[in-house]
Structures are given as C-alpha cells and as structure tokens.
C-alpha cells in the first residue's frame, strides 16, 4: 500500500512571495505523483505529475515540483505567487500498475495582499 | 468537451431518504471514479469502474451505497437510507484508461447534506 502525507495543513502567504507546499510518500513499488488544486467550490485540477525522466517536472500556472526518490518527496513550489492561488492543493499518489489515486489530506493556500 | 458533469451540484435530504448522485464522464473515456470529501477523511475512493463493469468497490462504505454504470456515458451513486453522517462532497472521475499517462478528470461534485 502506499501513502501520502502533506506536512503542512494551512500555508499563508503574501502575495508575491514564494511558496512550498512539501508533500512525502510511502510504497514498496515505483510510483506516479501528481499534485491537484481545488478552488473553493470546484472540483479538482491537475496542476502537474511526475511519470519518469527528468525529476523537475513543470505544470500550469507557473508551479513546479521536484521528485527526490531518496527522500521520497515531491514538494511544490511557486517563485511569485499571486491572490487567485488561494486554494487547497492535493498531493497524489499512484502505483505504477494500478489504477487507484491515493491523497494527502489536503493543504491551504491563503494567499494576502 | 464539457468535462466530467455531475448533477445535482447541491442535495439536501431528510435521514433515512433515498439519495441518488450523477455523473457524465468525458466522452470516449472508459474508467470511472468515485470519491466521497471529508474534512476528516479527506478524499476517498468508492468505487471504480472500467468499461462499465465495477472493478474495484472495497471503498463502499456500507450496504446502504451502491453505484451503477448502465452505459459508457452515465453512472449512478446511490444511498438508501441516507444519514447525517454521508454528509459530504462527491466527486466523480473518468480518465482514459489507467496507463502511464493517464489523467484522472474531476466533476464539480455533489455537495449532499443530510439532516
């Protein structure tokens, strides 16, 4: 079984500045990660995943998260972020032979001016 | 397309009702998901579907749910009788397949409050 922990519960952050959201997981087996944000009332988006290659992977709205397979991590990060990135955001886990999506319990962006 | 569209956005029962939830996939996807939202437990799978057979439906919290696919293009979530403690956010997935470079696409939910 695998599983995901998202260190951080509630990020708050001023606008401009950047973020880390750290997110560590747990298998016996190769995986896929995958980081979702959920705006408020809405479902889930994917923002980025990491399949194989190269361990830097780039997503949508400027994120990016680094795969470290020694540390069995894979945190996300922003250089500048900005109000409308008020979110929650998911970390996600998946075997590489199986189908099923394992989340972190979630963490909150609250972005400030 | 339109995305994964489920319906009603918000349902609120009375305990013991009968409650169904829909869902749409995205057209041509053959895998389907659903999850239940939580503050305490977060997302947890349900059940899934894969070319509208149920694959896997050891997430199903109780005899009280069941879900059926009838056909490529529509699925159904059903609680009866429902309690104040299925209170949650449901979220249907579909993705095209489950290989390497699948993506798993999110409905909006079904925000249901049992009272």
């Known amino acids: 079984a695998q599983s995901v922990t998202q260190l951080d519960s509630q990020v708050p952050v001023f606008e401009e500045a950047p973020v880390e959201l750290r997110c560590n997981y747990s298998?016996?087996?190769?995986?896929?990660l995958f980081w979702y944000v959920q705006y408020p009332n809405q479902g889930l988006q994917l923002l980025l995943k990491y399949l194989s290659g190269s361990t830097l992977v780039k997503g949508i709205n400027g994120f990016e998260a680094e795969f470290n397979k020694s540390q069995t991590s894979f945190h996300l990060r922003k250089p500048s972020v900005h109000i409308s990135d008020t979110a929650e955001y998911f970390c996600a886990v998946r075997r590489s032979n199986d189908y099923k999506l394992s989340f972190g319990a979630g963490t909150t962006v609250t972005v400030r001016a | 397309d339109a995305g994964v569209i489920q319906s009603p956005r918000h349902e609120v029962t009375e305990m013991g009702q009968e409650v169904t939830l829909r869902c749409k996939p995205i057209s041509g996807h053959n895998s389907l998901f659903w999850y239940r939202q939580t503050m305490m437990r977060g997302l947890e799978l349900l059940i899934y579907f894969n070319n509208n057979v149920p694959i896997d439906d050891s997430g199903m919290p109780e005899d009280r749910f069941s879900a059926k696919m009838p056909n490529a293009s529509f699925s159904t979530l059903k609680i009866q009788p429902s309690e104040p403690r299925d209170s949650a956010v449901y979220f249907c997935?579909?993705?095209?397949?489950?290989?390497?470079?699948?993506?798993?696409?999110f409905g909006q939910g079904t925000r249901l409050t049992v009272v």
């Open positions: 997935a579909s993705s095209l397949g489950t290989g390497l470079n699948t993506e798993a696409f």
């Open positions: 298998s016996s087996v190769s995986v896929y």
